[in-house]
Each structure stands twice: as C-alpha cells, then as structure tokens.
C-alpha cells in the first residue's frame, strides 16, 4: 500500500510558466489508477496518420473539493508505462486564464514540435469558469494545438457544467466503459484507506503503546473526514505529536460542526483565492480576538505587492470580511459596553488550525524561539514571549522581514528583550511593528529609523516620544494605548499619511498642528487644550467609529468659533465629553459656565450616534440641539451617561427615544426631575414611556424629587410605565419618592432610599391589584434607615430567585413576610449587626441552594430545620465568631445540621 506524507503544494502566483510538480505518493486508488493508465493508453492506438484526421483527446478528471483529483493524476503523470509512451509531459496550471493563446505560451515555452504530448491542465473551477465556457477556452487552445497523434490533454476540474450545455465537442471524451457515460469522477477513499491515510500522518512520532489508546479517536475522526484525502490529511498533520487532550478537543470541535469536510474545504478555498490575507493572520495566537478595524489596519499596513491597496477600501474589505464569516473561519465575540453590544471575532479553533498548516513559509507563528526557521524567506513572523524569552540568532539575518509581532504567554506581561535595537537596525524594510508587550524605550531611535513602517504598536515606559519618531512618513497606524506616553513631539503632525491613532489615557495634550493631520479616520481621544481649540476637529472629514473628546485647563486660549458645528457630519458611533476636574464645581465661575455651555452648543452629536456620555459638565441647561426635538435626530442612541454635573438642572427628553436602552444619571446634584418639559401635550396617560429602556441607573441625585416636572399638577402620571425595563440601580436619591410601573423589572439593586420611594416599589397598584415588581427575580437591598415596609413587602415578590440584604443596621428581625419567596435559590445576609436568628419564615424555602452570611455578630446558632434544606449546596459564614465555631467539623454544635452541604466555607 502507498503512503502519502505530504500535503499537496498549491500553484505559486508568483511563478511565471509551467507550475511545479511535487512527486507525490498516496493511498488507495490503485484500481482506479491502473483503469485511468489502461484507458489513456489504448487511446495511443492510432496509426502514423495526418494530424487533421486523429484529433487531439482530452480526457476531464473532475471530482469534489479535497478528494485528491491532483494526487491522482500526479500518480498517473509519473506512472512508467505513461513516461514511455509520451516523449514531452507539461503541467500547467491555468486558472485564471482567459484564452488558448494564453495557456499555449505556458505549455510551449520553445516553438511547438510534432511530438507526442501529455499535458494536464489544473485546475478548472466553478469560480473560473461556469456554465461551460471552459470548453471554449479549450476549443480555442485546441485549434493551435498541433502535434504527433495521440497526444492527450488531462483537465483537471470540479466542475460538472459542461455536461448540460447542450452542445457537443469533438476532441472531449465524456466517457469511458467503467463511467456510464460521465467524465472520470473521483468519489471519496474507503473507510480504511480513510483510516491509513489519516494514521500515516497523524501517528508520527508516536510510540506503539500510545498508538493503541489513539486508535479509537482515530477511526472516528477519519470517518468524519467523509474519506475526504484532503481534509484527512490536514487534521492528521494538526494532531501530530499532539497529546491526547489535543486529540479529543479537535474530535469534540468536529463533532459539534454541523459540516466539518465543507468548513475545511471552504477555508482551503480561501486560501487558495485570497491566500495573502489568511496567510497574514496565520501569524496571530489561537483565540486572539479583533475588531474589524483592527484586521483592516494590519492589511493596509503590508505592501501593495501584497495586499493591494483595494482591500483597504470599505466596499472590498467589507466583501471580503463577509466571505471570512459565511466560511465559518470567524465568529462573533460579542462585548456589551455601556449596553452598546461591540462586536469583535475570533477565528474558529479547528479553521485556524487548518490555515496555520496550509500557511506559506513566509509567515511563522513561533511559540518557541528554538523552533528553526529559513531566515532567507520568511517575512512575516511572530512570537508569544514570556519573562525568558531570547530572541533567536537568526532574527538579525532576516532582512527581508516586513512584521514582526510580539504577544504574550499567559503568564506574561510586559519583557524587556536585551539588544532589541541591534535586532532593528537590520530590519529597515519593516512593514508592521507590534512591541506593546515590550518596554521599547531604549530602542526608540532605532525605530525612528525604520522609514518604510506602516504599523507601530508600542508599550514603553517612557513619557515622552522622541522626535525621530516623525521620520515615519509613511506611518498609518499609531498605537499607543499600552504606553505610558504623556507627551508627543512638537514635529508630529508631519506624520500626514496617519490613518489611525490611538493615544489612550496618559496623553496630556496633543501636539501643535494637530489639525494637520487631515488623513485621520480613528481618533480615540481628541484633547482640547493649550495647544489644540475646537476648531481642529474640523480638519478630520473621515472621522469614525468612537471619540473621546477630553476638555484640559489651558483651553480658555482659544476663541471660540461662532455658529459652526464640529461633530454633525461625522460617522461616530460611540462619543464621549469629558470636562477636567481641575475646578471646584461649587465655585464655578459664571463666565466658566457660559463658555461649558457654549462648548457642547457646538458639538451637536452625529445621527449615527449610538452612545452618549458627558462627564464633568459645569452648565446647567443642555444647549437648543439637545432641548428642540432630541429624539428626532438621535433616534438611533442605544446608551447616554451622564455624570458628575454637578449644576446641570435641566436634562434633554430622552423618553421618546425609541432605540434608547440604557440610561445612566450619576452626580448630578441639582436636578430635581428626569424629564423636566413643560409641553403637556408630550406626555399623557397613553404615552408609551422609554419604550425600549432595559437598563436604568439613578445615583446620587440628592435633589431628585419626581420623576418629570408634569408628575406636580397631573394625576395621570401614576399609570406610566417602563414596559422593557429589566434592570434598575437607584441610590442615594433621599427624595425620591414614587418610580412608574416597572412589570418587566427582573433586577432591583436599591441602596439610601426614603421610605417611601420603598414601599412603592414593594406594593401592588391598578385595578385589579397587581405586584408593580411582578417579575423581580434579583432584588439587593443595603444602607435603609428605615426597614418598616419590609414587613410585608415581600408578598408580592414571589418569583424572586436572588435576595441580598447589606448594611442594615436597625433590622432586627429577618421578616416574616420572607416565608413567600418559595423560588428563593440565593441568600446573601451582610452587615446586620442587630439580628440574633434566623427566623423560620426561612424554613419553607425548601429551593434555597447558596446562603451568605456575613458579620451578623449576634446569630448564636444555624437553625434545625437547615437540615431540612435537601438542595443547599454552598454555606458561607464570616466574621460571625459564635457561628462559625458551633459549625465546625466533626465537633462543632450546628454541624449535624449543615453536614449534608457540599461547600462549606468558614472564615
């Protein structure tokens, strides 16, 4: 039986002429084989006649993706019997080509000559050409075609089309005795050639005992494949000298694809069609996770030669990023920021363990600096480092490098890599520099000299950037989000070409000029200070995605233009204005008030906007943009914070905002009402309030007293409601009194309320009485004065899972009313100094599975019936000195009482 122990190379673009043709062997197939070479063979029977008589045979091989149609012919291209009867063989690989002339100047590189040829013609496919217009190209190839008769031209192709376009070529055969009538179909290996081909690669290196406990996993995972050649042998070489958990973690991942052999195939294509890219990201960590601005930066980072410049346009990368998705290489990590879902990727495990096998040797993924490389071809290459990392001695011949990334173990921070400038003064063709892991500070010159450098991401400790860095003209991504930068050089707008900038949290001003930099598509932070007004803003015409706009003192030296908006016309998502903290906000001047309000006046949000927040505001009334028709506008805002402005009185209306679903008020200390509008007509009984609000936060808002102005004069305003309201924070509101209907409310957290802003939330309201919380499924209860409605406020709670009561020092008594919460799982117990039992209104919680319990100094003893509690799991007691010694194990008082719990933690 033969072996095959490679994978099958793939046509480099890059050569001119006839491809390449690796000798290869393989398994199975035999009969097949020797029917091919029995039936090429026999065709050879024609006499020594002219050529316009016996026609050139072309014989197609076609097959589905991966089932060896290559390997096949490869074995028939280099069978004895063939060599002996064919005096000239060509291999060419056509696709993409658009005429006979042209895959005539790739068979004949000299004048054709009246011999006898075999040439195989790979590989034809759907995507080149469909519907039968490759017979075409052949007919027009065949008709200057001239040599000895009985010459045979193999295709090579996976496509079936031809066969119904209604029209029949002389020169094809379509058939042979054995294939009823079809061309020469490749169908997939038997089970156990499946299974050798996959153990003929897969146990390499691995002992014959742990051979035997392999064998099972084997045969499954090959019966997978589908006795596909292809995908056997790619999982074969991915498990290779691989552990068993690696085995069994692969097998896992293929079970729960709903088509693994086509998943494969599919990225194999795409390595095949866009191989550069794919190529490209080989060099990232497994489960790395990117943005897809992050993905497009590092292609527009890399040459043209490359990755060509369209693959930057939004049209084409979107396009491209879509074939990535409907492979099923990446998948969505969604992040919820500020209830803002962002949305990053990840490729799938197993898919990028396929393309980190096909990837070409140029592009190395290094876990280990031992690991020998061919420094006179690689060129792109990274590393996963940790505290011991030394970097290797070839890195300083590889001249050609154009990336160098360096990501962290584990266990790994931020290293120090000793001689990291002698290692760059020999890469000056560098394309993309990612040293955010490394304290880069005393190789800053010799990055400056890297003039070609598209890409830089730095982490150093230093906080200033030299003036060398402005030797990169050619710069289009700065990253500076892991340094501790604080100052850049005053030259830096000479970096024109900037694309993308990211400056973080240290930055205390931005350089002069910064305006210059009219190239700008991402800006993390925009600082309005002495160096930099307002106006600035209006430079950067392709500004996207999320700014942070941060006010500094020393802004006052500018003049503030008049009547200009600097935001309208930007594709922002996510914008934030944050005003320094520098002043006392009690003090605030009128004069620094006027000009906090005239500010925001000329930062009328983008309608693209999806998430507002505004911090450390000094005015009191929101400009005319935010008062006059708000949610018309901004009807696409998902989440608004608004924090620390401390005079603001008056508050945009946010409740007609139909996508709006968080809503966060901290610090505001003289507002009095969340919707403070006179117009009557806005509001009624029948207005659907906040429709699409989920997450409401309400904090320190001392002077808080109603909910809208209206509420003083109209008694409708007890029937409204926060329909999708999930999840409500309310603390520090001491005159807050009422809250509208909240039936979707699942998570109540409410710390320093009045009394009787309590009892409304824990009572029934409308006709007939329903409980206002009715799906409450969380409720933490902390810091009350006044524990009175808790006597019977949980009776209408009666679908409650989670209850938390912290820091209430005047409850003396857990209340009876407990004994209703039946769907109780979770109890926490904090800080009630004043509480001597535990009552048995918790006796009937019989679904109770986590109790908490924490500085209740006074409990003397668990009580009996916590036996009784089958489901318990989890029992935690702290700082309760008497407690905890009566539970110890095996001689403790109570520990017959807890010892059927399975996790008990004491101290």
Avoid at 486 to 494: M, V
Avoid at 605 to 617: C, D, E, Q, R, V
Wanted: aromatic content about 8%; some cysteine; glycine content about 4%.
């Amino acid at each position: 039986m033969l072996v095959c122990h490679e994978l099958p190379l793939y046509q480099d673009p890059e050569r001119e002429g006839p491809s390449f043709v690796r000798r290869v062997q393989m398994i199975g197939r035999q009969r097949e084989t020797e029917e091919t070479v029995n039936f090429l063979t026999s065709l050879n029977l024609y006499p020594d006649i002219p050529v316009s008589v016996v026609p050139v045979t072309v014989v197609p091989i076609l097959g589905m993706p991966g089932t060896g149609k290559t390997s096949f012919v490869n074995r028939i291209f280099y069978n004895l019997t063939i060599r002996e009867i064919f005096q000239h063989r060509k291999w060419v690989g056509i696709s993409g080509l658009d005429s006979g002339a042209e895959i005539l100047d790739k068979v004949f590189a000299e004048k054709m000559n009246m011999d006898r040829y075999l040439v195989v013609l790979e590989v034809l496919s759907n995507e080149d050409h469909i519907h039968g217009e490759w017979v075409d190209l052949l007919e027009d190839f065949l008709t200057n075609f001239q040599s000895k008769p009985g010459s045979i031209i193999i295709v090579i192709s996976r496509s079936f089309s031809f066969l119904f376009n209604g029209r029949s070529k002389k020169n094809i055969i379509t058939s042979w005795s054995t294939s009823k009538d079809r061309p020469y179909h490749l169908g997939p290996l038997l089970a156990d050639d499946s299974l050798a081909l996959f153990q003929s690669i897969a146990f390499r290196g691995i002992s014959e005992e742990d051979r035997k406990t392999h064998l099972s996993i084997a045969l499954e995972i090959s019966n997978i494949c589908s006795g596909n050649p292809r995908v056997i042998s790619i999982v074969a070489s991915i498990l290779s000298c691989q552990p068993p958990t690696k085995w069994q973690y692969i097998n896992k991942i293929l079970l729960d694809l709903q088509d693994p052999v086509q998943c494969i195939l599919s990225v194999v294509d795409l390595m095949q069609q866009e191989h550069p890219v794919l190529n490209y990201y080989s060099l990232f960590p497994l489960d790395h996770e990117f943005s897809k601005a992050e993905f497009n930066q590092h292609l527009g980072a890399q040459e043209q030669s490359i990755f060509p410049e369209s693959y930057a346009s939004k049209e084409t990368f979107e396009s491209y990023f879509k074939k990535l998705r409907s492979s099923g290489y990446i998948i969505e990590c969604p992040r919820t920021e500020k209830n803002v879902v962002l949305v990053y990727y990840k490729a799938q495990v197993l898919l990028e363990e396929v393309v980190k096998q096909l990837a070409r040797h140029e592009y190395r993924l290094l876990e280990k600096p031992t690991v020998e490389v061919n420094h006179l071809i690689i060129k792109h290459v990274s590393f996963i480092v940790d505290y011991s990392w030394e970097a290797p001695l070839w890195i300083r011949d590889a001249k050609q490098l154009k990336s160098l990334l360096f990501f962290p173990s584990k266990s790994c921070q931020r290293i120090v890599i000793p001689d990291l400038h002698l290692i760059l003064q020999n890469l000056e063709g560098l394309l993309a520099l990612d040293l955010a892991i490394v304290n880069c500070t005393s190789c800053l010159s010799s990055i400056g000299e890297l003039k070609f450098l598209r890409y830089l991401r730095l982490g150093i400790s230093s906080e200033t950037l030299p003036e060398c860095i402005t030797n990169l003209v050619f710069l289009r991504t700065l990253d500076l989000r892991c340094s501790k930068v604080r100052e850049l050089p005053l030259s830096f707008h000479k970096l024109y070409r900037l694309r993308h900038m990211y400056i973080g949290g240290s930055l205390i001003d931005l350089p002069p000029k910064f305006g210059e930099l009219t190239e700008l598509q991402t800006l993390d932070v925009f600082i309005v200070g002495p160096n930099n007004g307002l106006d600035a803003l209006h430079s950067f015409t392709h500004l996207t995605g999320k700014l942070i706009i941060r006010y500094q003192k020393g802004r006052e030296e500018h003049v503030l233009p008049k009547a200009k908006t600097f935001l309208k016309d930007k594709k922002l998502h996510e914008l934030s204005l944050e005003w320094s903290s520098s002043h006392n906000a009690d003090g605030v001047a009128e004069d620094d008030d006027k000009e906090d309000t005239m500010e925001l006046e000329l930062l009328q949000p983008p309608f693209t906007l999806k998430s507002l927040s505004i911090n450390g505001w000094k005015g009191e009334k929101f400009p005319q943009w935010a008062r006059d028709h708000f949610s018309s506008f901004l009807n696409d805002l998902v989440s608004v914070h608004i924090a620390n402005c401390s005079r603001c009185t008056h508050l945009p209306s946010f409740s007609k905002l139909g996508s709006l679903k968080l809503l966060e008020l901290w610090g505001l200390n003289s507002l009095e009402w969340i919707e403070s509008c006179n117009d009557d007509s806005m509001i009624s009984s029948e207005t659907t309030y906040f429709p699409s609000l989920e997450h409401l936060t309400l904090v320190n808002l001392p002077q808080l007293k109603r909910w809208s102005r209206v509420e003083e004069h109209d008694a409708e305003c007890s029937s409204w409601s926060l329909p999708s309201l999930l999840n409500l924070r309310v603390s520090g509101c001491a005159e807050l009194m009422s809250m509208p209907c909240m039936t979707s409310l699942q998570s109540l957290d409410a710390s320093n309320i009045h009394q009787n802003l309590l009892h409304d939330l824990l009572s029934f309201h409308g006709s007939p009485a329903i409980p206002k919380l009715e799906s409450l499924r969380s409720l933490k209860l902390s810091n009350l004065s006044e524990t009175g409605p808790l006597s019977k406020g949980f009776e209408c709670l009666t679908k409650l899972t989670e209850l938390s009561l912290c820091w209430l020092y005047n409850l003396r008594s857990l209340p009876e009313s407990m004994q209703h919460l039946i769907h109780l799982r979770k109890l926490v117990l904090r800080y009630l100094p004043n509480i001597a039992s535990l009552s048995e209104s918790l006796a009937g919680l019989s679904e109770l599975e986590n109790v908490e319990i924490q500085y209740c100094p006074r409990l003397k003893q668990v009580p009996i019936y916590f036996s009784d509690l089958k489901l318990l799991k989890r029992l935690q007691i702290k700082e309760c000195v008497i407690l905890e010694k009566r539970c110890q194990q095996p001689d403790g008082e109570d520990w017959t009482r807890i010892k059927h719990i399975s996790d008990i933690i004491l101290g």
